[in-house]
C-alpha cells in the first residue's frame, strides 16, 4: 500500500519555464491538498479538493493552477515559474470528514523545487 | 492573519524534564490535530483530537482540546533525544501552524 506518491522528489526550473507536479494516493480518500512548506511559515494551504472535478482556492493561490481529472490524481501546475516559487511541496489526502471521524491528513515525501 | 498560532517556535528540552507546546486557535473548528515532521522528511499524524476535552496519550506524548479556549495542549514527559523534531498542530479545514521545532539535549 503505496499511501500518497509524489513525482517527481526535485526539480530545478529556470524562471518562466512550466511544470506539473503529480499526486497520486491510492486509500479512494475524498480529499486531496496541495502545502508549500517555506522556512518559519510552516504549511501553506495552495489549492485543495473535495473530489472529483472539484478544486478550490487555498491561502496561497496564486502563480499555481491544479486539476483533479480522477479521484486519486491531483495535479499542481506552475504556468510560468517564478523565484519566489522556490519551495518543499506537499501533497495530502483525507477521507471525508464526516466517515469515522478521524481524517487527519496523509502527506506524500514532498517535491523540493527550486527556480532559479 | 494567522488563524492557527504555535508557542513556542523553538524549544531546547533537556532530557527528562517536562514540557508543553501550546496551540491557539481562532477557527470555529471542533477538531484539532497534532503532526510530527522529521527533518527532511514528510509529516505524520500524532493525534487526532475530536471534541472539547477531548485528551490523547501515546508514550511521553500526550495532547489535549479545549474548544472554548480554542487551546490545544501538547506535552512532553521525560524528554528523550527521538522525540527532536518539528510538531504542527492543524485545525479543520486544514490550517496549520508554524511548527514548534523541538531539540532535546542531554
Known amino acids: 500500500n503505496a499511501g500518497v506518491t509524489q513525482t517527481p522528489k526535485f526539480r530545478v526550473l529556470k524562471t518562466g519555464q512550466s511544470m506539473t507536479l503529480l499526486c497520486a494516493q491510492d486509500?479512494?480518500?475524498?480529499?486531496m491538498y496541495w502545502y508549500r512548506q517555506d522556512p518559519g511559515m510552516g504549511l501553506r494551504l495552495i489549492h485543495y479538493?473535495?473530489?472529483?472535478?472539484?478544486?478550490a482556492k487555498g491561502e496561497v493561490p496564486d502563480g499555481y493552477n491544479v486539476s483533479r481529472l480522477k479521484k486519486q490524481n491531483f495535479l499542481l501546475g506552475l504556468e510560468s515559474a517564478a523565484p519566489s516559487q522556490t519551495s518543499v511541496y506537499f501533497c495530502?489526502?483525507?477521507?471525508?470528514?464526516?466517515?469515522?471521524?478521524?481524517?487527519?491528513?496523509?502527506f506524500g515525501n514532498g517535491t523540493r523545487l527550486t527556480v532559479t | 492573519e494567522l488563524k492557527v498560532e504555535q508557542n513556542p517556535l523553538f524549544l531546547s528540552m533537556q532530557e527528562g524534564k517536562n514540557y508543553t507546546i501550546y496551540c491557539n486557535y481562532s477557527t470555529t473548528s471542533d477538531r484539532l490535530y497534532w503532526y510530527r515532521q522529521d527533518p527532511g522528511k514528510s509529516l505524520e499524524s500524532l493525534f487526532v483530537?475530536?471534541?472539547?476535552?477531548a485528551v490523547k496519550q501515546e508514550g511521553r506524548l500526550m495532547a489535549s482540546l479545549d474548544t472554548k479556549a480554542r487551546l490545544s495542549t501538547l506535552h512532553i514527559t521525560a524528554a528523550v533525544h527521538d522525540l527532536s523534531a518539528t510538531y504542527f498542530c492543524a485545525d479543520w479545514p486544514p490550517s496549520f501552524g508554524a511548527g514548534t521545532t523541538v531539540t532535546v539535549r542531554a
Open positions: 486509500m479512494n480518500h475524498e480529499y
Open positions: 495530502a489526502s483525507s477521507r471525508l470528514r464526516d466517515r469515522g471521524g478521524n481524517s487527519p491528513l496523509h
Open positions: 479538493s473535495v473530489g472529483e472535478g472539484t478544486t
Open positions: 483530537l475530536l471534541s472539547n476535552g
